[in-house]
C-alpha cells in the first residue's frame, strides 16, 4: 500500500504537457499523506469529452454515502489505497467506479518500508528514468447536506506485486505484495476516458526495470498550516508532531 509519497511540484506539472487548460491557485504540502490535499488529474466533462483539468483533492476517497463529516473523515482514513480486484464491488468504491470517475495523480516518488534488514527501513521508489509518476486513482465528490460544501477526494489503485523485482522487497516478509500503477505517458488520456474494460486492463504492475529505489530519510516534520486539508477536519495534532505518526512509527 501507500501512505506517503511526493506530489509533482507546480513547475513540474507544467513541463509534464498534460494538456491542462490551468494549474489550481491552492499550494499543496511537498509530501503528501492521508487527509492532505494533492493535485490530482481528472477528464473534462464527461468521460470521453473535454480538456483535462487539475484540482487539489483530499488523499482518502470519501464515499459518496457517508452521513456526515465525521462519518466521511473516519471512513477517508481507510480509503486512501483501492485494490484493482475489488474496486468494482466494495461499497466505497464502486459508485465512482461505475461512473468511470478515473484520475492520475502525478508525483515524483513515493515510499514503501523495506524489511530485508529485520526492521522496516524507509525507501524511495521512483521511477529509474527520473521521470514524474503519473499513477492510477479514483477520485469522489462528496456534498455536505449540511452546507452544500463539495469536497474532492481520492483513492490510489493497488494491483499485486508478488515476484517483482522491487515492490516485492517491500513490507513485512509474508504480507502480500502490491503496488501503484503507473500510467504510461502514452495511455494518460485513455486512463481518463477509459470504460470500465478498458481500465480493468491498464491496471498492470510497472515492468521489470520500470522503478529503482533507495533508502530514504525520515518525513520532514510539517506546520499544521502547510498540510493543507481539503475538508475541515477534526483538530490536527500540533505542530511539534509529525505529519503521519503511524507512518513515522513504521519506521523507527
Known amino acids: 500500500m ?15 504537457r498534460l494538456g491542462l487548460g490551468h494549474l ?7 509530501e503528501t499523506f492521508p487527509g492532505y490535499q494533492a493535485p490530482i488529474v481528472m477528464a473534462g466533462g464527461t468521460p470521453g469529452d473535454g480538456v483535462p483539468v487539475l484540482q487539489l483533492a483530499r488523499f482518502g476517497l470519501i464515499p459518496r454515502w457517508s452521513k456526515n463529516l465525521k462519518a466521511g473523515a473516519d471512513m477517508a482514513r481507510k480509503t486512501y489505497n483501492a485494490r484493482s480486484e475489488s474496486v468494482a464491488d466494495k461499497p466505497s468504491y464502486r459508485g465512482p467506479w461505475r461512473a468511470r470517475q478515473f484520475a492520475l495523480v502525478p508525483m515524483e516518488n513515493f515510499y514503501e518500508p523495506c524489511w530485508e534488514t529485520g526492521k522496516a527501513v524507509r525507501w524511495c521508489i521512483r521511477q529509474a528514468s ?19 460544501q463539495a469536497i474532492s477526494s481520492f483513492s490510489l489503485l493497488t494491483v499485486n506485486a508478488d515476484g517483482h523485482a522491487l515492490m516485492g522487497r517491500m513490507h513485512r516478509p509474508g504480507d502480500e505484495k502490491r503496488s501503484l500503477v503507473i500510467v504510461p505517458r502514452e ?14 486492463a491498464l491496471l498492470q504492475a510497472p515492468a521489470a526495470g520500470q522503478l529503482a529505489g533507495e533508502p530514504a530519510a525520515l518525513p ?14 477534526p483538530p490536527a495534532a500540533p505542530a511539534s508532531v509529525p505529519p503521519s505518526p503511524q507512518q513515522a512509527a513504521l519506521f523507527e
Open 2 to 16: 501507500c501512505t506517503n509519497y511526493t506530489p509533482t511540484s507546480r513547475d513540474r506539472l507544467k513541463a509534464m
Open 187 to 200: 495511455l494518460w488520456q485513455t486512463w481518463l476516458n477509459a470504460t470500465e474494460s478498458q481500465a480493468i
Open 24 to 30: 489550481p491557485e491552492g499550494e499543496w504540502p511537498p
Open 220 to 233: 520532514a516534520r510539517q506546520p499544521v498550516r502547510q498540510r493543507g486539508p481539503a475538508m475541515p477536519m
Open 130 to 148: 527520473r521521470d514524474p509518476i503519473a499513477a492510477a486513482a479514483l477520485w469522489e465528490r462528496w456534498i455536505d447536506q449540511a452546507s452544500g
